[in-house]
C-alpha cells in the first residue's frame, strides 16, 4: 500500500484504488511539501537530480528537483484526502484539465523511479508528443518506455504528459521495440 499511516487510511476509506497525481508546489517548496506530506502519511514521490553549483569561494553538489514546481502523491479520489493535500504548507494544487485532476500513469512514475535507481544519465529534454513509441528491451531499464525521437535517433525521451515535462536518456548499446 505505500506509506499511508492509519490517520491518512481512515480519510480515504479504502475503497478507492490508489492512483498517482501531480502536485504544482510554490517555487523552491518541492522538498518541503514532500516532507509535511510524508508527515501526514501520504504516498509522495519527488524525483531529485545531483547538480554542481559554484560559488565564489566553493563548489557543492546540490541535490535538486528534476521537475522543479511539482510533485507525485498517490492517493485514492477521495475528497477528505485530497482537502488534506491542498491544505499543505507551499502546495499551488492538483495539475488539473478541465477541472478534473490529471493523473499519472502507474509505469510513467515507475519508469522514471528505475531511471533514477539506477542513476542512468539523463538530460531535461523539451516536451514532445510527436515520434515513435519504443520499449527498451534487456539490460537495467528493461520495460522502461518513451518516444525516440526523430532528430536524435539514439535518444530516448521519458515524458510526463500531466505537467509537460520530459528527460532524455541515451539508449546506444540497448534494443528497443516499437509498441
Not at 485514492?76 to 484539465?97: D, K, P, W, Y
Request: charged content about 20%; hydrophobic content about 40%.
Amino acid at each position: 500500500m505505500g506509506a499511508l499511516t492509519s490517520s491518512a487510511a481512515q480519510l480515504t476509506g479504502q475503497t478507492q484504488p490508489e492512483v498517482w497525481f501531480a502536485l504544482q508546489t510554490r517555487f523552491r517548496f518541492e522538498k518541503k511539501v514532500a516532507g509535511q506530506l510524508s508527515g501526514k502519511g501520504i504516498e509522495v514521490f519527488l524525483p531529485l537530480r545531483s547538480e554542481d553549483r559554484s560559488w565564489s569561494d566553493r563548489k557543492k553538489v546540490v541535490t535538486v528537483p528534476l521537475f522543479p514546481g511539482y510533485a507525485f502523491v498517490r492517493s485514492t479520489r477521495s475528497l477528505s484526502l485530497r482537502l488534506l493535500v491542498l491544505q499543505t504548507a507551499g502546495v499551488m494544487g492538483f495539475v488539473s484539465f478541465a477541472g478534473t485532476a490529471a493523473t499519472v500513469p502507474q509505469k510513467q512514475i515507475a519508469d522514471l523511479q528505475l531511471l533514477l535507481t539506477e542513476k542512468v544519465p539523463f538530460s531535461l529534454y523539451p516536451f514532445v508528443q510527436v515520434g515513435r513509441r519504443v520499449r527498451i528491451r534487456g539490460g537495467c531499464l528493461h520495460g522502461v518506455e518513451g518516444l525516440l525521437t526523430q532528430r536524435e535517433k539514439n535518444k530516448l525521451v521519458i515524458s510526463i504528459d500531466s505537467i509537460q515535462r520530459s528527460l532524455a536518456i541515451e539508449i546506444q548499446g540497448y534494443e528497443v521495440e516499437m509498441i
